[in-house]
């Protein structure tokens, strides 16, 4: 069975940064890819990071590139977004996603993603 778990949301002010952490089991991280998405407060789903499964290349939505880093810890199977000079306009709930062993191809799409975690909140105050 394949669980992500997110952990590491919370509450800070502009400026500030937080790391979150999605713990994988059922999937090696090494062998999918995995993603960040954000939901914020009514409003979709949409893309914050994607890693390759090959070399670590990483791929970032433009609002959020120059501050954001996912990578991993292939010996803790855990994907990590490091999130610096936060934005109140970052807000929302973020959600850690893996595609199939089989599907090899970095997507920034959320329908290619067939597994989620429950989401952690992050709130950016100003």
């Known amino acids: 069975q394949v669980q992500l778990v997110e952990s590491g949301g919370g509450l800070v002010q502009a400026g500030g940064s937080l790391r979150l952490s999605c713990l994988v089991s059922?999937?090696?991280?090494?062998?999918?890819?995995t993603a960040w998405f954000r939901q914020p407060p009514g409003r979709e789903r949409h893309f914050v990071s994607t890693?390759?499964?090959?070399?670590?290349?990483?791929y970032y939505a433009e609002a959020v590139q120059g501050r954001f880093t996912m990578y991993r810890d292939s010996a803790k199977n855990t994907v990590y977004l490091q999130m610096n000079s936060l934005k109140p306009e970052d807000t929302a709930v973020y959600y850690c996603?893996?595609?199939?062993?089989?599907?090899?191809?970095?997507?920034?799409?959320?329908?290619?993603?067939?597994?989620w975690g429950q989401g952690a909140q992050v709130t950016v105050s100003s």
């Open positions: 996603g893996a595609r199939r062993e089989d599907r090899l191809v970095v997507s920034a799409a959320r329908y290619e993603y067939d597994y």
């Open positions: 059922g999937l090696t991280v090494s062998n999918v890819v």
């Open positions: 890693i390759a499964r090959i070399k670590n290349t990483t």
